[in-house]
RNA sequence: GCCACUUUAGCUCAGCGGUAGAGCAGCUCACUCGUAAUGAGCAGGUCGUGGGUUCAAAUCCCAUGAGUGGCUCCA
């Protein structure tokens, strides 16, 4: 007899080899149908695995992330299963798990290809397998029989695999007439998958590497319920109607052209307002901080680029140099505002009083993204950062830092943004050499970065080697409608440009010092950070940010004039005001979209125009009644400050 | 850049070898009408662009632009 011990303490006997399936069973039957994996002294193992001593056992369910994964694991080896079953002599490359769902990566060969119209076909070849029960049986092969199976197999993918693990962890899952190289967890077997989606096919480098054979990645989903698939897909279509480029263009935010060219967007009026409007805010913010505002040219001479090492790096692979009728004369468009900055810095000499040094810049920058990886505003070739260097003494790092973590903070609560990442981007501490600057700054700027953070109360995820070369930082990250991520804020201390461009101050020993530089943007971009605000409010934003607050609408062309008076007296006293031309006629009902995100209303006609009023109705609110002109002008505007205070 | 898909009216889409279609939006008229849908009528497109095949191309083929989902990349 062995003893098994629950998560809540609880002891019992079992037989030795029992497995955590028949001790579900033998808790109840209810529990067997849904438990998925286990967890055998912190290991995840199969249910159907023996266990042969004491131990501590937890149960997975869909609930868990484990069982999740096991479920989507299993579904993924067999989605292979009727892969190989349909299209004989594919080869195999790896099939995770992932966040939503599972994915294999396959090689049919040269002449065969994968579409869209093929998925459905494998949908149902997997629905048939699943429904036949299928157990999903392990067995330990050692590394000889592994290579051996698979390169009689013809699967150079998985021969390549198992040639880097180690001899006596290797390990076969088989269901049915498929055999993969895997680690499970999985299922006991095929029948609690219940409902089969296959979502997308795409393409994906061999182990991530361009220089490599491209495989078809298949993309799918499944679920013990259909009607938890059916949520999905309507969640996933619900997602869609938040998308920002298309709530972008109801609302006239921005637009392209394919004229003017790819991943450059244009803001359009209310856009504009919308920019003009979170820029002010930031501005406010950052004055109280201390910053200044600078402005600096879009294009700057390509030496400028080859003394900030990014002509180097990334010169090849950016717009091209700018020729100008003088021989040797190049300008690059600037792919970042730092080098600028930096020769600001060196305008005078700097004392170690003056520091820290804050220039703030709104600075549109160009970079030359690749073609596939443009989308919406999130990723373009032309954009705004709400920059800012900020050169300081060694010793003010962290105070530095955590000041610039108070602006983040101010704009997320500002925003309602609660949802985030916050990423501590670290060196990789078997790889000192990629990092440029010495040991010692680099443990002080760690130390900095993670006591700031944990001052300031935020949660953050360490990551270590995601480290630029030229220094540690700090990270946010939200997720868009569909659940991708993000980086949006930023704080990057810096050890590089201060030495490459030889910036100095005086400390109080009378001697030559290196300041830190630390980049900053809490927005990342305006074009980014508005895609993922359209998406976080689905288009209705907060009075103070709204593009246009009010809308008047005269319920006949005969109150046009009356309409236009009040647009007139309310635009006087700075609310933002637009007329519903649209309306003029008679009869006319808004069906705009557009009129649900705008906050107020006003109607006007024969009454209102008699005593000079409006009758007024809020967004959510309902009809509020007719108020003098005056009335309404103060109940917004106290509104507007109420909001604009608490920022 | 790579893989797959898409590209037809302002928007959403149908048509897939035989003279361009619908709904919504727009305009005109009628309705004293009130926050997602009044009625009738009108107007809107060399079917992304350039080649080719064909008696005939939105439709088939090639090239190219742009978009989408991924991969790679991301200062």
Redesign the pocket.
């Known amino acids: 007899m062995i003893k098994i011990t629950f998560p809540d303490g609880n002891v019992k006997e079992y037989d030795k080899g029992v497995t955590a399936l028949e001790i579900a069973q033998s808790i109840s039957h209810r529990l067997a149908e849904e438990v998925l994996a286990a967890s055998v002294n912190g290991q995840t193992v199969d249910l159907a695995r023996p266990i042969d001593e004491d131990a501590e056992l937890k149960l997975y369910k869909w609930d868990d992330a484990e069982g999740k994964h096991a479920f989507w694991h299993s579904s993924s080896h067999l989605m292979a299963e009727a892969i190989e079953a349909l299209y004989p002599g594919t080869k195999f490359g790896i099939g995770p798990a992932i966040e939503n769902g599972f ?1 294999y990566d396959i090689d049919l060969g040269d002449d065969r ?4 119209v093929d998925l459905p076909k494998i949908e149902q070849k997997m629905m048939e397998l699943a429904r036949s029960k299928e157990t999903y049986k392990r067995s330990e092969v050692s590394k000889d029989e592994a290579l051996r199976y698979f390169a009689q197999k013809g699967d150079e993918y998985k021969v390549e695999l198992i040639t880097d693990l180690e001899d006596g962890t290797i390990s076969f899952y088989n269901q049915g007439n498929f055999t993969d190289l895997c680690r499970g967890p999985h299922l006991p077997d095929t029948t609690q998958i219940k409902a089969i989606k296959l ?7 061999w182990r ?3 220089k490599r054979k ?1 495989l ?2 298949v ?1 799918g989903i499944t679920f013990p319920k259909q009607k938890m698939l059916d949520d999905y897909l309507k969640m996933l279509e619900e997602a869609k109607l938040r ?1 920002h ?2 709530l972008g ?1 109801e609302l006239e935010l921005f637009m ?1 052209s ?1 004229n003017v ?3 450059l967007p244009m803001w359009l009026p209310k856009g504009a307002k919308l920019r003009e409007r979170l820029e002010n805010f930031l501005k406010k913010v950052q004055k109280e901080y201390g910053y200044e505002q600078v402005l600096t040219p879009h294009i700057g001479q390509k030496e400028l680029y080859v003394t900030s090492g ?1 002509y180097e ?2 010169g090849k ?2 717009f091209r140099p700018i020729k100008t009728p003088q021989e040797g004369e190049e300008f690059m468009l600037k ?2 505002n ?1 080098p600028h900055h930096c020769e600001m810095y060196k305008f005078k000499p700097r004392s170690y009083k003056d520091l820290p040094v804050r220039y703030a810049e709104f600075g549109t920058v160009y ?10 505003l999130t ?1 373009v070739r032309g954009f705004t950062q709400d920059d800012a260097h900020i050169f300081c003494r060694p010793d003010q790092l962290k105070e530095e830092f955590i000041k610039v973590i108070e602006i983040i903070f101010r704009i997320f609560n500002a925003l309602d943004f609660k949802d985030f990442i916050a990423q501590v981007s670290l060196r990789d501490p078997e790889n000192k050499d990629k990092y440029i600057g010495s040991d010692e700054n680099w443990e002080k700027a760690e130390a900095a970065i993670i006591e700031a953070a944990a001052q300031k109360g935020l949660n953050t995820v360490v990551e270590l080697g995601e480290a ?1 070369f030229y220094g540690p930082k700090l990270d946010f990250m939200v997720r868009d409608a ?1 659940g ?1 991520k993000w ?1 949006l804020g ?1 704080i ?1 201390v810096d050890y590089n440009l201060p030495e490459r461009f030889e910036l100095d101050y005086t400390g109080s020993d009378n001697q030559k010092h290196r300041p830190v530089m630390i ?1 900053r943007a809490p927005f990342g971009s305006m074009e980014r950070f508005v895609a993922v605000l359209l998406e976080h409010t689905a288009g209705k934003f907060p009075l103070w940010l709204t593009p246009d607050q009010v809308v008047v ?1 005269p ?2 062309e ?1 109150f046009n004039d009356y309409a236009k008076k009040v647009v007139d007296y309310l635009n006087n006293c700075d609310i933002r005001t637009l007329i519903d031309d ?1 309306n003029e ?9 557009e ?2 995100r705008i906050p107020y ?1 006003l ?3 024969e009454k209102e125009e008699e005593s000079q009023s409006v ?1 007024v ?1 809020k967004q959510g609110e309902g009809d509020k009644g007719a108020m003098p002109m005056e009335e309404f002008a103060g109940l917004i505007q106290d509104e507007v400050n109420r909001q604009m205070s608490s920022l």
Do not use: W
């Not at 979502?199 to 480098?205: Q, T």
């Open positions: 994915y290809h994968l579409t869209d979502l997308s096919i795409a393409g994906a480098y991530g590497d361009e491209q078809t990645r993309y998308d480029r298309k263009r392209f394919q060219g790819q991943g990014h790096k990334y692979d950016s792919p970042m730092c970079r030359y993204e690749q073609s596939g990886e443009l989308h919406g990723r630029a569909i991708r980086q930023t990057q980049h609408m319920i006949s005969k649209r006629k008679i009869g006319k009902k808004i069906r705009d979209n009129l649900k209303l109607i006007v006609g009758s109705r």
